[in-house]
């Protein structure tokens, strides 16, 4: 098998290699490129949600407004949510796990390029599936979580409901299949010496997503399965006419939606654990606290779920449990915080950027967890369900925390990925309007919400007692879209005309940041032997040298001996080749899904595309 | 460079002769589930019994089939670790829906 | 140390000495763990709560479904003899057992899907109440496994008959056996769960 060469043999010739060019991105399995490709999608996505955010706070910024249609705003609100759950920071996440995890851990790629391209392009075709009813027909517009019986064909009778549960489908194959790569690729691709306790926490927190991801995808999986039933095949699995129970969707909904928020958090918490020690100069404080706090995290987070069904009626044992459960989930939480406190503790804090976003993730992330634990407790959550309480505490921890957390790397990375160093000013600029902006537009949703207003409503009297903050409220989701322009700005500028970052610009510890930025397809001249955690800190100054200063002079020598002089032996360096394969098979899935929603004719013609794909993904040579 | 250990070598496999034996064993506990459905006298037993006899047959497939007993460890902990989490799930919603003791 | 001589990522010396696709395949199943569970949780919680006929004392057939299951229970049996019998370079025999665990997937499968007729004669649709539903839903979702399976060891057959499949990359085979046996345990579950299991209706009439 390892011996075939040529590109002829398969149903199609292997695409020639070329660095540069719209073919290149399309048959791309490098997973920097796929990382990148990730990322611009999913931002993307995160501005057409923004937008969508921007129209529904426009409709509630005076009462009694008829700006938008109502119908209009119930998929205006419907379709921000999805778009920023689904399409914007679970992907911006994995975009991470792209560029970031190989390199951390001394890899030349994943464990398996292909199935790395295929996850990216099964993740944009569900995000163009759960976007086409702007098009055609309708979007959803029931509510990011769907609540049966509304979404059956009684009461959603439109189009919009169809793209939800196809959409959400193909995006679960992809995370799916994304996550398996991952577990492999963080399980057996690490080099050598990079033991499970080497590993970076940003490695550790994409390992404990990805499970998450695995084993709680199938179950949204089957939710969607069965509403699909419902939907086109008239099935009861939620028809109480027959015996049907809307409240097993909620179950199944929330069995995947909670660890779904600690799929959310995570990745940030990653990233915020890399930026942290990097600014501060000091290793992570804790560094084994953090790590089995996320695996408690990630496995108690299966534990949960009801807390979301308070007011379904569970009955007083159940509530008990599900109460005390997620007051428990509060403290290895809560670890977390005391680390990345005790991390800058004592050290020689270097105010860039990414700190800036890290230090503000961990202080609006403190006000979300604890709103959250008000609401952990029943008699409580009675009264904040469903209002603009539950608003500003999930805005507080999923803008608060991950979007903070997410442009934290963005930040960090940015020169590695591009080479180039990210505008300073600007991005304080940046900062300040955002942290200023999300805390003014969330903020007083706290009071709302306390004061009696039910969220997703689509207009409200006067007189309530609502107005003004509602008025605030509005005006500073605008601040935020501001501070969006300027780091688009910025992004832009700094890509023509940033200073050239080097090789390791923040003076970092982990391997990333040994090798040159942008990285050479390649990554590794010569696979890095690792000898402790932090491992290219340890490569810069030996151990006992923590705070840096000591033999700054040797990170030149080093890295240019280590790491550079190897690069003439990459001839014999092979890289996977790129391949349509994963494209054409993303793209028979998608077919199949589609082609559901309009001809059981179409959707046999996505399963005939699928197994082409497959096969000749099968059939194609290793051509190397 | 070939890896000296691909995983499907660990341990000793069983021989063809014993996979038959796993299998006339598997037959017999099988005809052992339908017949216990059929004996009026069992109708009290029925349920532990039914759920001992197909762990004992889903457990011998794992172990000897898909050779979890001999091969590495981490393969273990990959697949039972979700198959214990499934059946804490399956438990808790049917608890939920009391569901289950009833049937 | 250059990982330079293979072809494939995949097939690099790995740092746990165990195979990625193998790794992968477990992965995997462990995944699928929770996709059944999800259903056979539904199947559950539904089970004696169908308000209207026909009712599964009414439509099973215990003796006939009995002897699919052991059909496919079987083909687990032939599967591991295909992969012992390809382990020790024996081709004529791993060409033969994989043929024969096809041809019992195949024989599963055209039982499910006569199964499915008749009660669909008798009068339980997919839609018809809320038994159909979750039945078919949990069973049809299955004997899908089992038709990808029996897709994949017919492809795997051609390859073994063209002389491609070898003791050298038996893991192919070997990987492809985990997902029959799995499914194989899959049924071993729903059978006890869903057939013999006593259902309320089934003990009152």
Known sequence: MATVTGTMGGVLPRPSIHTTGFWSWVTTVDHKRIGVLYGVTAFTFFLIGGIEALAVRAQLARPEQGMLQPALYNQLFTMHALTMIFLSVMPLGVAFFNIVVPLQIGARDVAFPRLNALSYWLFLFGGILLNAGWLFGGSPDVGWFAYSNLTGTDYSMGAGMNYYVTGLQVLGVASVAGALNFIVTIVNMRAPGMSMMRLPVFTWMTLIVSILLVTAMPVISIALIELTFDRLFGTNFFNPALGGDPILWQHLFWVFGHPEVYILILPAMGIVSEVLPTFARKPLFGYAFVIYSGIVIGFMGWGVWAHHMFITGLGPVANAVFALSTMLIAIPTAVKIFNWIGTLWGGQIEMKTPVYFSIGFVAVFIVGGLSGVSHAATPSDFQQSDTYYIVAHLHYVLFGGAIFGLFSGIYYWFPKVTGRMMGETLGKWHFWLMFIGMNLTFGPMHWLGLNGMPRRIYTYPSGMGWDFWNLVATISSYLIAISMLIFLHNVFRSLRKGPRAGNDPWNARTLEWSIPSPPPVYNFAEIPVVLARDAYWEQKYGSGHENGQAHAATSEHVSEGQYGAAADERHDIHMPWPSYWPLITAFGLFVVFAGLLVNVVFAALGVLILFYGVYGWALEPVAE | ?103 | MHASTTAHPAEHDTSTGLDNRKLLMWAFLGSDCLFFGSLISTYMIYRGRSLTPPFPGEVFDIPYTSVSAFVLLMSSLTMVLALAALQRDDQRGAKTWIMATALLGSVFVGGQVYEFTTFVHEGLTLSVNLFGTSFFVLTGFHGTHVTIGVIILLSLFIMAWRGKLTSHNSLNLEIAGLYWHFVDIVWIVIFTLVYLLPYPEHIAG
């Open chain 2, 1 to 103: 460079m070939r890896h000296t250990n691909t995983g499907h070598t660990q341990g000793a496999h069983a021989t063809p002769k014993q996979y038959v034996q796993v299998a006339v064993i598997l037959s017999i506990i099988t005809a052992l589930e339908v017949a216990v459905y059929y004996i009026p006298s069992m109708k009290a037993a029925l349920v532990p019994i039914l759920l001992v006899l197909s762990t004992v047959k889903f457990a011998m497939v794992v172990m000897f089939f898909m050779h979890l007993k001999s091969d590495h460890k981490l393969f273990s902990i990959f697949f039972t670790g979700p198959l214990v989490l499934t059946i804490v799930v399956i438990l808790a919603l049917m608890t939920l829906f009391g569901a289950l003791f009833t049937s």
